[in-house]
Each structure stands twice: as structure tokens, then as C-alpha cells.
């Protein structure tokens, strides 16, 4: 089977840092992604990992070790805008003419206070 | 404007009606996707397109029924629901071999479904 783990919820103030860790099991392994959802809107992409190491985007990163089955999304100098539900999702081959799908954990909502 | 437009964005019907989701990609991808989301739940994959194919039905119950007419067009019909079908429906598009490279996939806005 498959399965991937990020927490629930987190709280971090306004300006600082806070990472959001996603473990997951799965065959067919391609990479890691993650995405940001506002309450009431589209899932959108940040960043894709495929392999090892950090990805920087501005003020979020991403990282991926393959050989731990770990991933974690970095958000720097927190805003508050940055309040939102956060999901990795595991990028996957399966049957099918070369065809690929996301699998996504159940979100972490981060709330960015003052 | 995401590029992926979903009508209507909220839809109340009975468990007898029928009625279907309409799902529209201005962005000249080739794969198609709905997935289902729920309170408290991970997003669901429940169909894939790929070329105007079904190449993915994950054990979706056949009271939902997708249409692929083109690579811009994906419908989903929808007849005799239950209430705990109730939830935000969201339409996706990607390349089908983009997806493996950038793991990108691009959403609608949703339609919230509620079946009474």
C-alpha cells in the first residue's frame, strides 16, 4: 500500500520559520511534491523534489531524502498571508500508458499568528 | 484565473437527480483528473484521463460516470448520490509525462457538492 504522514496543524508566529515534515511509504517512487490551499481555493504547486537535497523558491525550500522516505516544506520569514492548509503528495508511476499520479497526504494547516 | 475552470462552483441536489460537473483547461495539457476532498481526508484520485483515455478508476462507485470528449473538456455525471458524497469536487490538468518531471498538476476552484 501507500501511505504519507504530515501533521495536523501548526502555529508559528508572524517572521519566523517553520518546517512542515512529510514521511511517506510507496512503490513506483518519482519524487515529492507540495501544495498550498487556501480556505475555499485551488490547491496550488510550490515545489517538486525528485531528488535528494533542497530546492529553494524564495522564501520556501523543500527537501527530499529518498533513502529515509522524508520530505519537509521550509517557510521562511512567515506572513501572514502564509496561513493555509499545506500537502505533500508523493508522485508515482502506475498501469497506463506512462502515466503518473499524485498521491496526497491529509494536509497540515499552518496558522501564522501575530 | 488558474487556467482550469470548474461549473458551477456549489451544486444542491437530491439523491434522485442527475446532474454533472463540467471541467474546462485553457492551458493545451493532455491529462485530466478529478479528485475528490473531503473534510479531515486526503484528496482523492478518482479518475485520470491521459490522451482522451481512462487510464485510472480507483474503485470510484459507478453512480459517478466521467466523460473525456476532448483534452480541454472532462465532465462528471452524477446520478443517485448519497449524502456522504458531499464534498469539494476539483478538476486537474497536467502533460502526462510533465506530471513525472515537475510533479505539477493545475486545479480548478472546485464545485461543492451537497447531497441532501
Known amino acids: 500500500g501507500q501511505s504519507l504522514e504530515q501533521p495536523s496543524e501548526v502555529t508559528a508566529v508572524e517572521g519566523a520559520i517553520v518546517q512542515i515534515n512529510c514521511t511517506y511509504q510507496?512503490?513506483?517512487?518519482?519524487?515529492l511534491s507540495w501544495y498550498q490551499q487556501h480556505d475555499g481555493g485551488a490547491p496550488t504547486f510550490l515545489s517538486y523534489n525528485a531528488l535528494d537535497g533542497l530546492e529553494e523558491t524564495g522564501r520556501f525550500s523543500s527537501f527530499l531524502s529518498r533513502s529515509d522516505s522524508y520530505g519537509y516544506l521550509l517557510l521562511q520569514e512567515l506572513q501572514m498571508k502564509d496561513s493555509a492548509s499545506y500537502f505533500c503528495a508523493v508522485n508515482q508511476a502506475y498501469s497506463g500508458a506512462g502515466s503518473y499520479q499524485l498521491t496526497f497526504g491529509k494536509g497540515t494547516k499552518l496558522s501564522v499568528i501575530p | 484565473e488558474t487556467g482550469v475552470t470548474q461549473t458551477p462552483r456549489h451544486l444542491v441536489m437530491g439523491m434522485t437527480n442527475k446532474k454533472s460537473l463540467k471541467c474546462e483547461q485553457h492551458?493545451?495539457?493532455?491529462?485530466m483528473y478529478w479528485y475528490k476532498q473531503s473534510a479531515k481526508k486526503p484528496l482523492e484520485l478518482m479518475f485520470v484521463y491521459s490522451l482522451e483515455e481512462r487510464v485510472e478508476n480507483n474503485s470510484v462507485p459507478s453512480r459517478f460516470s466521467p466523460e473525456c470528449p476532448n483534452s480541454s473538456h472532462l465532465f462528471l455525471h452524477l446520478h443517485t448520490l448519497q449524502p456522504e458524497d458531499s464534498a469539494l469536487y476539483l478538476c486537474?490538468?497536467?502533460?502526462?509525462?510533465?506530471?513525472?518531471?515537475?510533479?505539477?498538476?493545475?486545479f480548478g476552484e472546485g464545485s461543492r457538492l451537497t447531497v441532501l
Open positions: 486537474a490538468s497536467s502533460l502526462s509525462s510533465g506530471t513525472r518531471d515537475t510533479g505539477e498538476l493545475f
Open positions: 510507496t512503490s513506483g517512487f518519482y519524487g
Open positions: 492551458l493545451g495539457h493532455n491529462a
